[in-house]
Structures are given as C-alpha cells and as structure tokens.
C-alpha cells in the first residue's frame, strides 16, 4: 500500500519536473528584474559617491606574503587580495588622505596555508595588530576615530575572529582593535558575536573564468530535480556526529539518500559546474560555516538555491533579493525536504529561475580581473558609500582613548 502511494507520488513529482523543464526550454532567454526595489540598486555606479584612501604598507604584509604562495590567489578567500589590486587602480581611490571618506588597509591575512591549502587564521590577530599599529603612528587618520572610518577586508570563516573553530572564535571575539572599523566579511549569521553591526557581508571567492568555460547552451533542460554534492558528515572532526552542519546535511543524506529526486553524493565529478546547470534546486546547507561557495555557484549557474542555514546573513543582503531567488529551509525542516520543494508551485519556480537568470545578480557574486561594472567589488563599493556620511559622534576628542591596545591574548601582540 504504501509502496503503491510512493510510486504514485514518484510519478507526479517527475511530471512536475519534466513539466518545468518543458516550460523553461520555451522560455529560456527571458530574465526579469525586480524594479524600483533591491534589484536595482545592484546597477548603482560608486564612482563620485565615495573616496578611498589606501595606505601604503611594507610588503611584508601583502605582497611578500603572497609570493611566498600563490595558491592565496584562488582560494575561497582570495578576495582579500583583488579588492587590494582592484582599489589601487579604481576612480574611487585618492591620493589625498585628506578628502578620503573611507581608508583602506592591505593587509593578506588569509595568505597563510596547510600543505592541502586550507588556510589558518592562526597569525591573522597579530599582523592585523602590527598593521593597524603602523598606521596609527604614521598617520594622524586613525587615532582620530580608532578606525570608525576604516574598513578591512576579513574574508576567514569567522571573520575577524581569527579562529576556523565556531566555538573558539567565539571565545576570541571579534580583534579588539577593529570594534570600531567595518569589517568586510563572507561570515554572516545574525546575533553572532563575529558578526557586527554595520558589517558587509560579501560572497566567497569563485574563480570566474573557470566557471564561465563550463557553461552549457542557456537552453539546456534541467532534468535533475535536487543536487547536491560535499561532505555529509565531518568524521575527522566530529566523530560522534550532529554537530557538523547542527546535524542538517546528515539530515539530508539520512532521508534522502535513496529518493530519485535527489541527486546528491559525497563524489565531486569533474562535471560539477554542468550538472548545475541542469539541476533546479540546488542545495546549499551549511557546513562548519553557514556559508560555502555553493551559494555563489548556484547564481551563476541558475539553480535555485535551497539554502539551510538557520539565521545566516546573505551577501549583500540590503541589495540582492535573496527571498525572491532562494528556497529558505529552516534546518529542523531538513526531513520534510522534498515535501517542500515538490510543493512549490511551478510559476513560483520560473520567476526563480528568470530573476537569477539577471545578468546583475550573477555579476555581484563575482570578483572578476580585471573588475566589470556591477561586480562585487562595486557592490562593496556601493555598501560602503550607503554608510556615508559619517556620522560626527565617530571623530574622537582630541587625547581621547575608546581602544585598548593591550586587550586581548598576550601572543597576538608580539611585533610581526
Ligand atoms: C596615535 O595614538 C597612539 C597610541 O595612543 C600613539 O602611540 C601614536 O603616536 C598616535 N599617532 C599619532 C600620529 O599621533
Ligand atoms: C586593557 O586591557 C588589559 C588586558 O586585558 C587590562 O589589564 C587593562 O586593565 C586594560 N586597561 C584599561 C584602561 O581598561
């Protein structure tokens, strides 16, 4: 009987699929926009709305350090290095520090890799400290907000925790040092201690030109229903299980392993970025982090993101309409996962599928070299000027102190 009722519903749920597909061949240039809201601030120009002043720093903190390894340019987190290369050459930068809004520190903080390229945030705290330190003696700029008016690019799994461990991050807090600047970051989770007020949260980094050569005829059906491919456990570092992912992607592969609807594996295929393309739904729950590059892939490649990340902050949030875009799933859903995307009516998931089809939603993902207008790095650009004008309360007293400079672990500040 119930084995009967199954297959009824198999049946149903394929049609759904094929019914969509059918629909998405006839219509697949079609794109549409979400005018006079979010959508199109995407399109807004930085240019004349902001200036930036770059400091000029010893390359032992930027470029000493990438030559060391040049792996640092296409990890997750290399936007850390563009933004710096992309900023010394943009009509936004001055030379005068005087009539800068902003000002920028280049310091490569995520440059420091295992043998397998992960990277380690382990002397992050430090060279931030030494940098931050440097400025404020060589320039009169700092000491006059405590950096309310700087910004820093820290793209580590927690920010400007400097820790890959939830929970030791946690224990870290944000580097007392930035309290007071704002923090560019791809973590975003909502009432976190790593995440503060003011922060822009900012995609990972995905190698553009990679995934533009595995892009398929735009007309191609999608024929898979769900994908998903990564770690389902962490056994290496959550032997006893639940708390990688708070449990959800075991959830996902629990119930789901044997549902033709799904299509996911633990198996990365060299086919990956294809079968994106082919896929309607796209999975993108979280791992140790709630964010991960899937997030970033499922724009560019046009399959909606299922996104299961309880109380994460997207990039770009003020400007991207990720409602519209996205399927939220809240973790403790995880079971009832193919209940709710079976639901989704099918006009629902075409509008879906026309709004990221927007050339503008995938341009913000991207840090592309050189920089395109609407690019990600233009959106931080945008996030950073909608802060301006500063307000008055930020410029300090004259002699008036807010940061203490000997706070925090005794091995963060030794000289770098
Ligand atoms: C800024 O303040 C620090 C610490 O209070 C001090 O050492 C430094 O000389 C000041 N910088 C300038 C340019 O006056
Ligand atoms: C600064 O931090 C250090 C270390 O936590 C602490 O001992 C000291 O009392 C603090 N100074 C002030 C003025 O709060």
Same mark, same amino acid.
Request: net charge neutral.
């Given at each position: ?85 992309? %900023? ?225 902050? %997207? ?68 996030? %950073? ?32």
């Amino acid at each position: 009987m119930r084995n009967w009722r199954w297959v009824f519903t198999m049946l149903l749920y394929v049609g759904v699929v094929l019914k969509i597909g059918a629909l998405e061949l006839g219509r697949a240039q079609q794109t549409e926009r979400i005018s006079g809201s979010a959508g199109d601030v995407l399109e807004d120009d930085p240019v004349g709305r902001l200036k930036v002043f770059v400091y000029e720093l010893p390359s032992k903190y930027n470029k000493k350090i990438l030559q060391k390894d040049p792996r640092c340019l296409t990890h997750m987190f290399a936007a850390e290095i563009y933004m710096h290369r992309f %900023l010394l050459s943009s009509p936004v930068r001055t030379l005068n520090p005087e009539e800068a809004d902003w000002f920028y520190t280049p310091v490569y903080t995520t440059c420091d890799l295992t043998p397998n390229g992960l990277p380690l945030p382990f002397k992050s705290p430090r060279m931030m400290r030494s940098a931050i330190q440097l400025i404020s003696s060589n320039w009169p700029y700092w000491n006059r907000t405590e950096g309310a008016d700087h910004f820093f690019i820290v793209p580590h799994d927690f920010g400007a925790c400097f820790h890959y461990l939830e929970e030791k991050a946690i224990e870290r807090g944000i580097l007392h040092l930035l309290q007071r600047a704002t923090l560019v970051q791809t973590f975003g989770q909502r009432n976190h201690v790593c995440l503060k007020d003011g922060s822009i949260t900012v995609p990972p980094y995905a190698p553009p030109q990679k995934m533009q050569s595995h892009l398929i005829p735009p007309n191609t059906p999608r024929s898979i229903f769900v994908y998903f491919r990564g770690l389902f456990y962490d056994v290496g570092n959550d032997p006893e299980g639940g708390y990688y992912a708070r449990g959800a992607r075991a959830a996902v592969w629990e119930n789901f392993k044997d549902n033709p609807l799904f299509d996911i594996s633990t198996e990365h295929p060299t086919t990956y970025y294809e079968d994106m393309q082919r896929a309607i739904f796209c999975l993108c729950p979280l791992g140790w982090a709630p964010w991960s590059p899937r997030l970033v892939e499922a724009v560019i490649f046009g399959c909606i993101p299922v996104i299961i990340a309880d109380d994460i902050v %997207l990039p770009f949030a003020d400007a991207i309409p990720w409602e519209d875009i996205g399927v939220f799933v809240a973790e403790k859903d995880v079971s009832n996962l193919d209940t709710i995307l079976t639901s989704i009516n099918p006009e629902v998931i075409l509008r879906k599928q026309r709004l990221l089809a927007n050339p503008s939603m995938k341009q913000a993902m991207l840090f592309p070299q050189p920089a395109q207008p609407g690019d990600a790095f233009h959106q931080i650009l945008n996030g %950073l000027a909608r802060k301006l004008p500063h307000d008055r309360s930020v410029y300090l007293k004259r002699g008036e102190k807010v940061l203490n400079w000997t706070r925090g672990p005794v091995g963060d500040q030794k000289p770098w």
